[in-house]
């Protein structure tokens, strides 16, 4: 690949191929050195990001300590103060909510959706999974041990 050669061999050129072959999943780290972050195409590392909107902050706390506690997610943040502008019921509507972002192991969104209907208070409960691409091995590895991956 001669568009980012810097000259064959260089440190340069070593760092940054390096860094290119662990962008596309083609070579793992040297031992004992961990890489600057995964690239998550294999379905053993699948990590997501759930967003989760509430009525209020005591609702966002209860419902994220019950899917911290069975385990559905590793995390669970709280951002309170949220304003939500929606369509419901064939009127716009403005709402004062919370928001939570947990973050698990892919094979448990579909329980996770599950259970959280089960507990939420609205009709229809704003539950959505994100795929995280990349991050922090030692923090994936955590969420997937966490969560009983």
């Given at each position: 690949m001669?568009?980012?050669r810097?000259?064959?061999?260089s ?8 860094d290119?072959?662990?962008l ?6 040297a ?10 195409g294999?379905?053993?590392l ?8 509430a009525p ?9 300590r019950a ?8 995390c669970a943040?709280?951002l309170d ?8 019921e064939?009127k716009?509507?403005e ?15 579909d329980?996770l959706?599950?259970?959280?209907r089960e507990l939420?208070s ?17 923090y994936?590895?955590w969420?997937?041990t966490?969560?009983g991956g």
């Amino acid at each position: 690949m001669p568009w980012y050669r810097t000259g064959e061999g260089s440190r340069f050129d070593l760092l940054f191929r390096d860094d290119l072959h662990r962008l596309v999943g083609r070579a793992r780290p040297a031992k004992g050195r961990a890489p600057l972050f995964w690239h998550l195409g294999d379905k053993s590392l699948t990590t997501k990001m759930i967003y989760i909107t509430a009525p209020d902050r005591e609702a966002a706390v209860a419902l994220a300590r019950a899917l911290v506690g069975e385990r559905l997610v590793a995390c669970a943040n709280v951002l309170d103060g949220a304003t939500s502008v929606y369509w419901w019921e064939g009127k716009v509507c403005e709402e004062a909510e919370a928001v939570l972002v947990c973050k698990t192991r892919g094979e448990l969104v579909d329980t996770l959706i599950a259970r959280v209907r089960e507990l939420h208070s609205y009709a229809c409960p704003c539950v959505v999974a994100l795929p995280i691409e990349a991050g922090n091995p030692a923090y994936l590895d955590w969420i997937r041990t966490e969560t009983g991956g």
